[in-house]
């Protein structure tokens, strides 16, 4: 009985020690718009900066992405303000200027290109990060129940 309890002890503090791995790696999830995920949270630009800090290339990879997001967020800010405005005046009754709108959509159109570098650098310097994640010594532990030299038991390889 006891060598049952020790075995069930010793078999839960294995398991439980495979999910603690403190420098995890951040998940890119392309779709209709690429995202990036770390411990299944959804991570902004300006987390991503503070979570490469660790890591001097891939830091200065995001620097460039975060550069490019905050100028393109900047165009597509004023493009909208100068597409609602028209918008809003032709819901209102009032006599619209559509060359507000047709600017406002060409700033629209001129953050495709800022979008486009800030998924490839941000792309960029999480594969960086991910590469250089070192891994703990919990995930080369291999454990295999069957035969062994005493009998039926557990091996645990290292």
Not at 44 to 50: A, E, V
Not at 90 to 100: A, D, E, R, S
Not at 127 to 140: A, D, V
Request: net charge positive; charged share 15%; with cysteine.
């Amino acid at each position: 009985m006891r060598k049952i309890l020790f075995i069930g002890i010793l078999l839960f503090t294995i398991v439980n020690s495979f999910g603690q791995n403190t420098k995890d790696s951040i998940e890119i999830r392309s779709g209709f718009s690429t995202t990036f995920r770390q411990n299944g949270k959804l991570l902004t630009p300006k987390q991503m900066l503070d979570v490469t800090l660790l890591n001097s290339q891939a830091h200065e990879e995001m620097v460039y992405a975060k550069t490019n997001y905050d100028i393109g967020s900047v165009f597509a800010a004023c493009g909208g303000f100068l597409i609602g405005w028209p918008c809003g005046t032709y819901l209102g009754g009032g006599k619209p200027n559509w060359n507000l709108a047709l600017g406002g959509a060409s700033l629209c159109l001129l953050t495709i290109p800022f979008n486009s570098a800030y998924i490839r650098h941000a792309k960029n310097a999480a594969i960086i990060y991910n590469s250089g994640l070192k891994r703990t010594s919990f995930n080369s532990i291999n454990i295999q129940y069957g035969f062994t030299s005493e009998g039926i038991g557990i091996t645990l390889k290292f």
